[in-house]
């Protein structure tokens, strides 16, 4: 792949290839007048419908502009904002999508045999209009604009939509019936349903268990309903997360499923043996999605997305350059035997795409949110101002070069997604999501594991990973306070003093200073002696209570205040325990008379080894 020559070596050259911005060369059409049927102004052929469209307004300048151009006489408007104030004019379609026409401006008309004054610009123009959906479609996650709307660019997953997948033949036949799709994150759960809303005829509704209630669920499966009495339109209902309704919530989509009538697609995360009303599950079939793998394509997948991201930078680039540096651009491709995509290609390199691959674990989401940081990270130094005119040691002879360049090119040319700058993108993203979400669970619970397992190495990692990305120290603190008793308890009961310690230095001298005594709390809880057997004992005390019938206090045990009291026997037979040479073995019973002899403590259940090597209950 060849890279751009330096705008300064390279003369700008005389081809007349635009370049091709969306993937399509746009090179501006040859373009005839006709008259327009209504006002009779000269205008474009190919913009005659955009000009009855808009009443026949505004419109003079484009015909104008193309009028001087095709009769050769050097004339073009005077600010690139004359252009854009035609709101629109730009813009024509072709196969259904908008592109942007590439107004050709001549500063002397392009020859043939252009020599060192001579130079043919071709300068690319987006109307307002092209650029707000520009910014708008940037402004969507990576992810969510590389998301594929057929099953040619889903990739995995072939077991269900390969050739001869069972979810293949009912895809294409539209006869997906209900069914659960369950799989780790960013593995297509959601991508293969929204490709099934596009190729069935039934009506599509997507919800989602974060974003929608359980009402609003009914009245969507009510109105599916309806839809079907009255018109026969099948629904079908992707619920996202379907795990997060309760299994008496999922009661709910029952009768529905159970018609027919409407088609749920469930997905979901969790096994949905455990998560899934079983009743539905029954009803439902359930297919597992894998994890993604090089295997499966993933490299694909990351091409596709790193080219509409570089497509970006590219669009934005070009809005920087100068005349000369279009030119280059322009001719470098019109010379070379490249396509855009191979140059866009080239600048993901392998090592970036291995990167990506082995970082994610499977996970597309993951693999396209790194790839979207790393290479907004390069856009950063390719469009920042800073260098535009900043070396001071150049030569006068240089700067006055220079100011044909803005350098942007150069630094377009050079930039690369690396396999370095993925890794650094992935640390970023990822310390960005420890804070959010079940990520912040999934850390503080690998921190409580690790030193209920005694780990202290892995207990300090987990704390380093949360605190480093930004928790708050109390929220640790609060946890190790339980911790203290809950796997420590009475084996060590320094424990609970040292973790409320911890806390009141948190709250006394906050971060970054007192990581460190979150540090030392955290190493000797781990190093501690465990014992949850208060904690499985007030477990059991728990359940006793608020299952079993609430006996009254023995007599003996009650206090007796008053006289009245007293008469009627508050407190007879109570053993005052120090008055007994043994106080604590004095014969005497303390639990209500139906819990007589009950055991909470010590009987927390432990596995042994088995001579087979297994450990059991
Ligand atoms: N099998 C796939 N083929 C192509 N792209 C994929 C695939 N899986 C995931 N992706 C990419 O990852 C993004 C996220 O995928 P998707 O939303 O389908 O994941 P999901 O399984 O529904 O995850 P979650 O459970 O987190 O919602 C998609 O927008 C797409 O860009």
Not at 65 to 90: N, P, Y
Not at 416 to 426: H, I, N, R, W
């Amino acid at each position: 792949m060849n890279s751009f020559s330096s705008p300064k070596a390279k003369r700008p050259a005389t081809g007349s290839n635009a370049l091709q911005r969306q993937g399509s060369s746009l090179t501006q059409p040859a373009s005839s007048l006709v008259p327009c049927p209504i006002c009779g102004k000269s205008i474009a052929e190919w913009f005659v419908n955009n000009h009855l469209d808009n009443e026949c307004t505004g419109m003079e300048n484009v015909a104008e502009s193309l009028s001087q151009q095709t009769s050769g006489k050097r004339k073009h408007a005077d600010t690139v904002d004359d252009f854009e104030d035609i709101d629109g004019a730009a813009l024509f379609q072709d196969n259904g999508e908008n592109y942007m026409a590439d107004m050709n401006r001549h500063d002397s008309y392009p020859s043939s045999s252009a020599t060192s004054n001579q130079q043919h610009q071709q300068i690319s123009f987006q109307s307002r209009k092209d650029k707000v959906n520009a910014a708008v479609q940037r402004s969507m996650p990576l992810a969510e604009r590389a998301r594929p709307v057929s099953l040619d660019d889903f990739i995995g997953q072939k077991e269900l939509v390969g050739p001869g997948g069972i979810l293949r033949a009912l895809v294409l036949q539209d006869t997906v019936p209900s069914i659960i799709l369950w799989g780790p994150c960013g593995v297509g759960k959601t991508t293969l349903a929204r490709i099934i809303a596009h190729t069935t005829k039934a009506q599509f509704k997507e919800m989602g268990a974060t974003t929608h209630g359980v009402a609003d669920v009914r009245k969507a499966f009510e109105d599916a309903k309806n839809l079907f009495q009255f018109s026969r339109q099948r629904t079908i209902i992707f619920l996202d997360e379907i795990h997060r309704f309760t299994k008496s919530q999922q009661d709910i989509f029952l009768p529905f499923v159970e018609r027919g009538t409407i088609t749920l697609i469930g997905a979901t995360t969790e096994n949905p043996s455990f998560r899934v009303n079983s009743a539905l599950l029954s009803r439902c079939r359930v297919l597992t999605l894998e994890k993604l793998s090089l295997k499966d394509g993933m490299d694909k997948m990351i091409r596709r997305a790193a080219r509409i991201k570089w497509r970006d930078i590219l669009d934005m680039a070009c809005e920087q350059m100068t005349d000369t540096e279009l030119a280059t651009l322009n001719s470098t491709f019109g010379q070379n035997d490249q396509t855009l995509d191979e140059w866009v290609d080239a600048k993901t390199n392998p090592g970036a795409i291995k990167w990506l691959i082995d970082l994610s674990d499977g996970d597309g989401r993951s693999a396209i949110n790194t790839l979207e940081i790393g290479i907004q990270g390069l856009s950063t130094i390719i469009l920042s101002d800073d260098s535009m005119y900043g070396n001071n040691q150049k030569d006068e002879e240089d700067q006055a070069e220079d100011k044909q360049s803005s350098g942007v090119l150069e630094r377009l040319d050079a930039a690369k997604l690396t396999g370095e700058a993925v890794k650094a993108a992935f640390q970023k993203t990822h310390l960005q999501y420890d804070r959010q979400g079940d990520e912040h669970y999934n850390l503080i619970s690998a921190l409580h594991k690790s030193v209920r397992g005694g780990d202290a190495d892995a207990a300090l990692y987990w704390l380093g990973r949360m605190l480093v990305s930004g928790e708050e120290p109390l929220y640790i603190a609060r946890r190790l306070i339980r911790m203290a008793s809950e796997d420590i308890g009475m084996a060590d009961s320094a424990a609970l003093p040292l973790a409320v310690s911890t806390y009141q230095a948190c709250q006394m001298i906050g971060m970054p200073e007192c990581d460190v005594n979150l540090a030392h709390c955290v190493a000797y809880m781990a190093k501690a002696k465990k014992s949850v057997d208060v904690y499985y004992a007030y477990g059991q005390v728990k359940q006793t209570v608020s299952e079993e019938f609430a006996y009254p206090v023995p007599i003996h045990l009650r206090n007796a205040p008053t006289t009245l009291m007293k008469e009627m026997g508050y407190g007879d037979g109570y053993k005052y325990n120090p008055l007994y040479p043994e106080g604590t073995k004095v014969n005497q019973e303390y639990l209500p008379r139906g819990l007589k002899k009950r055991k909470f403590m010590g009987e927390a259940p432990v596995m042994t080894l088995g001579e087979d090597g297994e450990w059991r209950l």
